[in-house]
């Protein structure tokens, strides 16, 4: 695609966070489960991405839940490019990269809204976002009447 992609940021929203833990030692191994989905509101250009995480101790009750949504706006013009009989198609390299945005700023938000409880410290592991997106996603545009 020869085409740029033009988008810009315009939310970023911790829209669930919970600790579940009174006590957590840092080095109990943890294990996290990772959950992501994509939306897009043709009506004003805006691509969602949800980045969603649980994190669980060794016997698996769940010390920590977060979920991040950003809205990227793309440029209209943008949106023609990936428009295609009648469906904007976002290809797997746009999708993780706005995927690993979102990733990235439920990290610093985690970082935020723990330093006051025992996960104080905690690292969130690295998230290979690709690894959630295998292939394109198109989104069936409306037809304005």
Same mark, same amino acid.
């Given at each position: 695609?020869?085409?740029?992609?033009?988008?810009?940021?315009?939310?970023?929203?911790?829209?669930?966070?919970?600790? =579940?833990?009174? %006590?957590?030692?840092?080095?109990? +191994?943890? $294990?996290?489960?990772?959950?992501? @989905?994509?939306?897009?509101?043709? %009506?004003?250009? $805006?691509?969602?991405?949800?980045?969603?995480?649980? =994190?669980?101790?060794?016997?698996?009750?769940?010390?920590?839940?977060?979920?991040?949504?950003?809205?990227?706006?793309?440029?209209?013009?943008?949106?023609?490019?990936?428009?295609?009989?009648?469906? !904007?198609?976002?290809?797997? +390299?746009?999708?993780?990269?706005?995927?690993?945005?979102?990733? @990235? @700023?439920?990290?610093?938000? !985690?970082?935020?809204? $723990?330093?006051?409880?025992? =996960?104080?410290?905690?690292? =969130?592991?690295?998230? +290979?976002?690709?690894?959630?997106?295998?292939?394109?996603? @198109?989104?069936?545009?409306?037809? +304005? $009447?």
């Amino acid at each position: 695609m020869a085409d740029q992609i033009y988008y810009r940021i315009i939310k970023a929203e911790l829209t669930q966070f919970a600790t =579940l833990t009174d %006590s957590f030692d840092s080095k109990t +191994n943890t $294990v996290q489960s990772n959950e992501m @989905s994509m939306t897009f509101d043709p %009506s004003c250009s $805006v691509l969602g991405c949800t980045f969603s995480i649980i =994190l669980r101790d060794v016997n698996n009750d769940p010390l920590m839940k977060a979920s991040m949504f950003c809205g990227f706006e793309i440029k209209k013009e943008s949106v023609e490019v990936l428009t295609h009989e009648g469906q !904007v198609t976002f290809p797997v +390299n746009i999708l993780t990269h706005l995927a690993s945005l979102t990733y @990235s @700023s439920l990290r610093g938000a !985690v970082s935020v809204k $723990v330093e006051d409880t025992p =996960l104080r410290g905690f690292v =969130l592991p690295f998230c +290979n976002v690709s690894e959630h997106i295998k292939s394109a996603v @198109s989104f069936k545009l409306e037809d +304005n $009447v």
